[in-house]
């Protein structure tokens, strides 16, 4: 692998996002790449918009994915999603997490949730991948584990070896969540 | 040795792991804070929080001058409260060495300026490193350690937040053992500044900073890269970076010490272009001292000192190529950080906004009272000036206005420079109301210990700081304290002591949302009886976000997992709509 690729993780503080992005970047640790991962910490954590930048290849340098160049767009909600696809090259494909959580403005009803996303999402990316992680999660039984259902189907596109993504979530998940997670992680690659 | 992804910030604790260092201390302040939290592994280093960076300081300039190592770490306005005794160690240097960490926001991604500290380095007259990933990061932080020593001075390693927060790749090694034992050792001509000896010792600082300069042309960390010989490019950081990204044929002079420059290095190198860049982020530093040795660049008057560099920014700003931008139309409606479900500052803001009150903020959490719909904080500046800014503001005011300004504060702020305008309210007798909203822990940052939260940094029991002692010791005779889940309570008191023509102060009692240790009983969550509910929207004006309105049913629903139950939505109801879950 002679050039870099560029995942750009996307949703809502509190989604568990950075673990996500923590378990993608062990796997291309330990398959052997440069890696690197960007993210802000900070006021953006309550309830606000946040990204995650995973980048590798041979040898990395900005980790911030220049604009424009994401090869994967993963996302855990659908406005969120909307809100970085002009990042994406032509030929990116997005995962996205069939879910939406109502900014400030909408819960209160000032403005409202746009609609036809997923439409938005799949006319523009006709490979797009959405994911049903609710329920996924609630089969795999912990509605908390949505986003390894996720890290399952955007597993399932990358060529990495199965057995790095387990023994990646291994290390960073704690021993008592494991099974439930390996469960969704299974049913998520099952999805995709 | 050991291949693993660290953070900025959890390389620079491991180098100061590695370094032997025996002392940390910091204040907490985005996008620092993970240092000390990182460097709390490390058991052989005794690792505290301050109330505040000057203490921080001192506390490490102590610990120096005994003969540890020793780590300090702040944000970048971080430095603006620990100035004073900054300007001064750099005239008596140290004993043991001494790292200065100071992590800049370029973006101002969570912070109230975009100052840039590497003017700090040039004012202070004190040597600064500046990494531009995890590995010089951890690499830089051992040299600094080992330049302390050897120049007898302070080191500042910088960072910014995209070093801090960004992960890559490092090589672990074992803890240094080659380091000198603390002992007392009195040397008051070192230490002792009266300006006699102060005098002395500027003379040793400027001739410090020339050696510095020679020095630093000749190690490792000031490189060039050869690429196609056309185009030559200054630059450091995280800048670095981006231009290996945009301008990959280019010959790069990358530089690991920022100052003092090296400006020998510069000259040969400037030579032998033509089109010559600096690219650096926020204030044309480097730019500047190279325009003084008469050699021409281009740079700011291409690329932005406002806001951070990314690789299309580069291009965009250098070479006019259009970029992508994340979609920002009307269509997609922004989300910006929200106080949480349950936490106690909501009520306060909701009662002030109906009282009409003039807010002067300060930095928290709280600050988000700002946000609407509670809109109800008027200013915020830095850290405590939310005391000293009412006394001011009330001083030119009609009595009629006067009764309208509240000062509004956290726990850990008021620690951190607020008490000192306390006293000064009292003493120059302000008519003005201040707020302190003890929600016992540092929350905006990641929830860190102080002196109000009865632990330490390694959780170890703390001796606990009685807010309500303290004011009244300063002198504040009238101290009320008050439950925010009250509303009506809460109500009578703000209108009460507004109205009060003397110093006032009301501390809440509540404990942030998000510390389960201080939390009793967790409350059942509430739903809304769609009978009852006339959708009158009341509740929505809290601005909680378990609280959604359902624009087909036109009612308010609320979201049962992440309701805590604190029941300031009910108090908002006229028709009794809110109903604890488990009720029916």
Do not use: H, M, W
């Given at each position: 692998m002679s050039e870099v690729k560029n995942i750009l993780l996307a949703g809502v503080g509190g989604q568990g996002i950075l673990l996500a992005s923590e378990v993608i970047s062990e796997v291309m640790l330990m398959a052997g790449l440069d890696v690197k991962k960007n993210e802000i910490h900070g006021m953006s954590q309550r309830g606000g918009s946040v990204v995650s930048h995973v980048r590798y290849g041979e040898k990395v340098y900005s980790s911030i994915i220049p604009?424009?160049?994401?090869?994967?767009?993963?996302?855990?909600?659908l406005l969120e999603t909307c809100r970085y696809l002009p990042l994406l090259r032509k030929d990116g494909q997005v995962v996205v997490n069939n879910w939406k959580i109502s900014p400030p403005g909408v819960a209160r009803g000032a403005q409202e949730y746009p609609e036809n996303l997923v439409e938005n999402i799949q006319q523009q990316f006709p490979s797009s991948k959405i994911v049903d992680g609710l329920n996924l999660a609630l089969a795999a039984g912990?509605?908390?584990t949505v986003n390894t259902v996720l890290i399952g189907a955007l597993s399932n596109i990358l060529s990495f070896d199965r057995a790095l993504w387990v023994t990646a979530m291994e290390k960073m998940i704690p021993q008592r969540l494991l099974d439930v997670n390996m469960k969704a992680f299974e049913l998520g690659r099952g999805e995709a | 040795m050991k291949k693993t992804l660290l953070s900025g910030n959890e390389a620079i604790a491991r180098g100061a792991y590695e370094a032997g260092a025996l002392v940390a201390c910091a204040y907490p302040g985005t996008p620092s804070t993970e240092i000390l939290e990182n460097i709390i592994q490390y058991e052989e280093i005794d690792s505290s929080w301050a109330p505040n960076e000057k203490v921080a300081l001192e506390v490490g300039i102590g610990a120096s001058f005994g003969g540890a190592r020793v780590l300090v770490t702040m944000k970048h306005v971080g430095v603006n409260v620990a100035a004073d005794p900054l300007f001064t160690l750099s005239y008596t240097g140290v004993n043991g060495g001494l790292v200065l960490v100071v992590a800049d926001d370029p973006e101002l991604h969570s912070s109230q300026n975009e100052q840039d500290s590497r003017n700090y380095a040039k004012f202070s007259k004190v040597p600064m490193f500046e990494p531009a990933d995890s590995h010089e990061a951890l690499e830089y932080t051992k040299l600094a350690f080992e330049l302390s020593e050897q120049f007898d001075t302070p080191v500042f390693l910088r960072s910014t937040t995209r070093i801090s927060h960004s992960k890559s790749v490092v090589e672990l090694t074992e803890r240094s053992t080659d380091i000198q034992q603390p002992k007392l050792e009195r040397n008051p001509a070192k230490y002792v500044m009266l300006p006699g000896n102060a005098r002395k010792l500027h003379y040793v600082v400027e001739q410090r900073t020339l050696d510095l300069e020679e020095w630093s042309c000749k190690q490792p960390f000031n490189r060039i890269e050869k690429g196609a010989g056309e185009v030559g490019v200054i630059t450091s950081g995280v800048s670095y970076q981006y231009v290996k990204e945009t301008l990959p044929d280019a010959d790069v002079l990358k530089i690991g010490m920022v100052w003092p420059l090296p400006k020998q290095l510069i000259r040969d190198f400037a030579s032998k272009y033509e089109t010559l860049y600096v690219i650096e982020e926020l204030d044309p530093f480097i730019e500047e001292q190279v325009r003084a040795m008469g050699i021409d660049v281009i740079g700011k008057d291409k690329l932005s000192i406002c806001g951070e560099l990314t690789p299309g920014r580069v291009k965009q700003q250098l070479f006019d190529q259009e970029i992508p931008t994340e979609d920002v139309s009307a269509e997609l409606p922004q989300r910006p950080p929200s106080m949480c479900p349950g936490c106690p500052h909501r009520g306060v803001f909701y009662e002030l906004k109906k009282a009409k009150a003039y807010v002067t903020g300060d930095i928290g959490c709280y600050t988000l009272g700002f946000m609407p719909p509670l809109s109800a904080m008027d200013t915020c500046i830095c850290m405590g000036a939310s005391v000293g800014m009412a006394t001011g503001i009330s001083k030119v005011l009609s009595a009629e206005e006067q009764r309208k300004v509240v000062g509004v504060i956290g726990d850990s702020t008021f620690l951190h420079t607020g008490v000192n305008g306390l006293m000064d309210m009292v003493y120059n007798k302000s008519t003005a109301t201040l707020i302190i909203l003890d929600n016992r822990i540092t929350a905006m940052t990641g929830r860190q210990e102080n002196p109000?939260?009865?632990?330490?940094?390694?959780?170890k029991e703390a001796p606990r700081v009685d807010m309500e002692q303290l004011c009244r010791a300063v002198g504040v005779e009238h101290v009320t304290i008050l439950d925010p889940y009250d509303l009506a309570k809460t109500k009578e008191v703000i209108r009460t002591e507004m109205a009060r023509e003397e110093v006032s102060v009301i501390i809440t009692t509540r404990p942030c949302m998000l510390v389960p240790r201080d939390n009793e009983i967790p409350r059942p969550p509430l739903f809304v009886d769609n009978d009852k509910c006339?959708?009158?929207?009341?509740?929505?004006?809290?601005?909680?976000?378990?609280i959604t309105w359902d624009p087909k049913l036109k009612k308010s629903v609320v979201d049962k997992i992440i309701?805590?139950?604190?029941?300031v939505c009910k108090q908002t109801c006229k028709f009794d709509a809110f109903q604890e879950c488990g009720d029916k």
């Open positions: 604009e424009g160049e994401v090869d994967i767009l993963f996302s855990f909600e912990n509605p908390k | 109000t939260s009865g632990y330490q940094l390694n959780k006339t959708g009158c929207r009341a509740c929505l004006q809290i601005g909680c976000p378990a309701c805590t139950g604190c029941d």
